[in-house]
C-alpha cells in the first residue's frame, strides 16, 4: 500500500506560515507600522488602495542600508533577536522575521530606505522567498516606504475575505489602538489618494483619546500613572471614564495593552469590569484603557503567531495592581477638585436657574458647626434634597439620599452583618422562592404557622427601622448578595426632603468622599454636579471691564 503522507512542498508551507501573520489588510497595516515603530518614527503616513490590494507606509525612522534592505525579506531575517534566550527580553513590537518574507509570498513587495545620516537611498524589489530581484539607487528622504502590491493576488485567498468596506474599518481600528499605545507619533491615513483621518500626537494617552472617541471630552477621563512597587522597570499607565460622565453599551472600550502592543487578556479585562462594578447604570459598561509597562522576563509573546495573546508571570499581583489603580483613579481627592466639568450639564442647570430663578434655598448659620480642614465644606441645603458645598475653586451640589446610599453600600459591602431580631418579623403569604431566596442571602427564615413566616435575623442597618417587613419583602424579589446590599442600604439612606444641619451635612459629605467610588451611586447615578468658580464667573459676566459694564 503506498504511503499517504508526504512532505508539502516548500511554496505550500510559505503560504501556510504567512496565513499565521497575513491574514488581512489590517494584518499587513499592522505588521509594516509596528517596523516603522521600531525604528523610532514618529510620524507614519499610511497610503492605502483597497480595489487594488495595494498599500504604502512610510515612516521617518533609522531607515536601512543597502546590506540590510537586501536580507530583509529572507525567512526569519530580523535585526531584534539573536538566540532563544532573546525571546525572554523582547523590548521591540516585531521579533519573529516572518512579515516581510511572508509577503514576498503574498503579494508583491518593494523598499525604499536611507538611513539617518547616509547620504544615498535605495529602493530594492524582491522576488520569491525574499530574494533581492532588483536593486537600484534613489532620492528619498532618511526614512524608510514599503510599498506592497496586488496582495494575495496569487492565490484564492482574496474570495474568503470581508468586503473592502470592512477591511478598512479595521485597518481604522488597528491604527487606533497603536496610536493609543504610542500617543507621541503623528498619524496620516489616506485612501484612494484622499486623506482619511489623522491622528495628533498628544503627550499622554489620555490627551490624544478624544481624537479617537470624539464622544468622550478631555474632562470626562481621568488619567493615573504608577511606578508598580517591587518590580523593577515596571509602570502602570491608565485612562478611564468616569462612570458618571460616560459609558459604553458594550464592553468594547476596556482595552489592555503590554509593552506598546494591545492584546487580549480575558483575566486583566474581567479585573477592570469588577472593579466598576456598581458605579455604572444597569448594562452598560466603562471606558478603560490600560497600558502596562512590564520587565520582559515577565512575559511570553510565544503564545500566538498575530502576538495578541500572552502568558503574563504573576498575574495575580497584576491584578492587584489594576484594582488599585482604578480605585484611585475613581476617588475624589483635594487633587482633582478643581476638576473640568460636563459643560453640557453645567448649561442646564444654568439655564434652568434663569429660567426658574425660585429654589428653596436655606441657607444655614456658619457658626453652628466648626471649623474643618475639610475639600468641601457644607454651607447649605436646597429643597431638603442637595448639599450645597463649597470649596477653594467654586461649588457643588450633591444629592443627599444617593450620596448616603454610596456610603451604606460600601459599608454593607465590607462589614455584612446579620443580627438576631426578637420579637421576629412576621411575614404573610411568602412563595417557595421568596423563602429560598432569603435563605440564598443568610437570613434565618421558618414557618410560623399557616402561611406565616418568621424572620429570625436582619441586616444591621434594617434593624432600628419601623419599615422593616416592606424593606424584607422587597430582598425576597430576587438578585444575588450585592443586590440585597444595594437594596437594604437604598432603603436605609437618608430620603430626600429630609432637613439636615450643617453638622449632619458635613458629616455625610465627609464620610462619601472617603468611599471607593464616589461618583456614582450603586445604580450608577451621578451624585454630584460641579460648579467652577470660572463657570460661575461667565455667567455673571464678573471678566468685563467696569467701564463697559455701565455702557461708558
Known sequence: MASTIQALPTEVVYLITAGEVIDSLASVVRELVENSLDAGATRIVV????????????????????????????????????????????????????ALHSLTTLADLEILSRPAGGNLGWRVIYGDSGKVAQVEATAIAPGTVVIVSNLFGSSSRRQGLPSAAQQMKAVQGTIHQIALCHPHVTWQVCQNDRQWFTICPATTTGNLLPQI???????????????????????????????????????????????????????????????????????RYPICFLHLAISPEQINWNRNPAKTEIYLNELSYWQEQITQAINQALRISSANLKEAVHTTRVGKLLKAAEAKGGYNFNPKNPNEGNDTQHSLKAVAQVSNTYIVAEHSG?????????????????????????VPTEPPIILYQLSPAQVSQ??????????????????????????????????ILELSWGGDLQTAQVAVACRSAI?????????????????????????????????????EESALARFFRRNWVIGKSHGV
Not at 50 to 79: F, K
Not at 243 to 270: F, T, Y
Not at 394 to 418: F, K, P, S, T
Open 438 to 471: 432569603l435563605q440564598r442571602i443568610g437570613l434565618d427564615i421558618e414557618p410560623f404557622g399557616e402561611q406565616l413566616w418568621a424572620v429570625r435575623t436582619l441586616p444591621t442597618l434594617l434593624q432600628q427601622r419601623e419599615d422593616c417587613a416592606e424593606a
Open 213 to 283: 472617541l470624539p464622544q468622550v471630552r478631555q474632562g470626562d477621563l481621568q488619567e493615573v500613572k504608577l511606578e508598580v512597587p517591587n518590580t523593577p522597570n515596571s509602570a502602570l499607565n491608565l485612562v478611564v471614564g468616569l462612570p458618571d460622565r460616560c459609558h459604553r453599551h458594550r464592553p468594547d472600550w476596556v482595552r489592555v495593552a503590554i509593552n506598546g502592543r494591545m492584546v487580549k487578556s480575558p483575566e486583566l479585562e474581567q479585573t477592570i469590569l469588577s472593579a466598576f462594578h456598581r458605579t455604572l447604570p444597569r448594562d
Open 394 to 418: 467654586g461649588m457643588w451640589l450633591v444629592e443627599q439620599h444617593i450620596a448616603h446610599e454610596r456610603v451604606l453600600y460600601e459599608q454593607l459591602c465590607d462589614n455584612w452583618q446579620l
Open 47 to 98: 497610503s492605502l488602495w483597497p480595489q487594488q490590494w495595494r498599500i504604502h507606509v512610510a515612516d521617518n525612522g533609522c531607515g536601512m542600508n543597502l546590506d540590510d534592505l537586501q536580507q530583509a525579506a529572507t525567512a526569519h531575517s530580523t535585526s531584534k533577536i539573536r538566540s532563544s534566550a532573546d525571546l525572554w527580553k523582547i523590548n521591540s513590537l516585531g521579533f519573529r522575521g516572518e
Open 495 to 531: 430620603r430626600n426632603g429630609t432637613p439636615m444641619d450643617l453638622q449632619e451635612m458635613q458629616t455625610l459629605l465627609d464620610e462619601w468622599q472617603r468611599t471607593r467610588n464616589p461618583r456614582t451611586c450603586p445604580h450608577g447615578r451621578p451624585i454630584y454636579l460641579s460648579l
